[in-house]
């Protein structure tokens, strides 16, 4: 059983007011030397984001407890204002994450140049974060099309890499086109910023990250997800995340979820209107699996769209944690 930590909103102190002792239970004195401190700085247009308040905070108690820290995260295979890491500078500044303001250096780990280490045949990690001492992966929890729940797992695998293993990732999210459907209308085409869609409207495959939009535009129904998508990239998922996992050459790690905000889709999306659950407060565990688990426990299985657990169960059998866990209060 693994201990995962809780800071409970609904006692009325402030998060903010109790992080660095979450931080400290859980052990981020345990963190050495440079920390790649993993975040999501938030799509153009998204307000749910973890907010630069929050991890100021982190930053100061990492930095207390003698590690020297920096933000990062790496650039989207989709191309809006994170597509590169000049964009990625940008968005993130706009947002607040400013190393004036955090105490530390804000570094896109894929670099100018969408640089990683191969570790495997499939996976390659972003260059800085392969480069780090130890890591502390900050998660919002929130719903995610297509694979149901985005946590902590999720941070790791989709954000910690290149883009060709965010390709590999999603390449199982690629539409299937049903040609009798199709009255060439021509809207995918339009929408598909990847130049993905041939003219006769195939699917250049090699081309299409998963992106969905063209779905959304087919009015017919003859784009279509495919049906065991949501498995398939949670099974991915899982694999990417211990491919990271096991294969940084440092084994250091804590994993802090906020449960605030949940929003339908997750930090790479504009902000939906609404939110899947009022605010929970703040898990944190040196177990993926757990905090994960907890995480969905705590806002329920029930409010997201198929079954989120499908990641945890994959992470648990690959051996990176466990299911059970015990919460403890702070
Ligand atoms: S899912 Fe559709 S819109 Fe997105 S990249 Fe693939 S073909 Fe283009
Ligand atoms: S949007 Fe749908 S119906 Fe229109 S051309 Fe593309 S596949 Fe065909």
Known sequence: MSEVYFIDVKKGVPIIEKLETLLEKVGVGSLN???????????????????????????????????DPFVTDTTTMYKEERYTAMDYYRTAYAHGFLPSYLGCPVIIADGLKDEGVQVNEKVEIARSIYDSDSMLVVSHATGHYPSSFGGAIKNVAMGCVTKKTKMYQHEVTRPVRNPDLCTDCDNC???CKQDAIREDHELILERCIGCGSCISECESGALKLPEDMSEKLQNRLAEVAHAVLKN?????????????????????AESAPEYISPDIGVL?????????????????????????????????????????YEIVRV
């Open 33 to 67: 030397g440079i920390i790649a401190l993993k975040m999501h700085m938030g799509e153009c247009n998204n307000k749910t984001f973890v907010k630069p308040l929050y991890v100021q905070k982190i930053v100061e108690a990492v930095k207390n407890h003698g590690g």
């Open 189 to 191: 085409r339009a929408v």
């Open 248 to 268: 940084l050459p440092y084994s250091n790690f804590v994993f802090v979820n906020f449960l605030i905000d949940i929003t339908p889709f997750c930090d790479c």
């Open 284 to 324: 944190a565990s040196k177990d993926i699996v757990a905090v994960d688990m907890a995480t969905i426990d705590m806002i329920g299985k029930h409010l997201f769209k198929g079954d989120p657990t499908v990641q945890v169960h994959e992470a648990h059998r690959l051996g990176l944690g466990m299911r059970e």
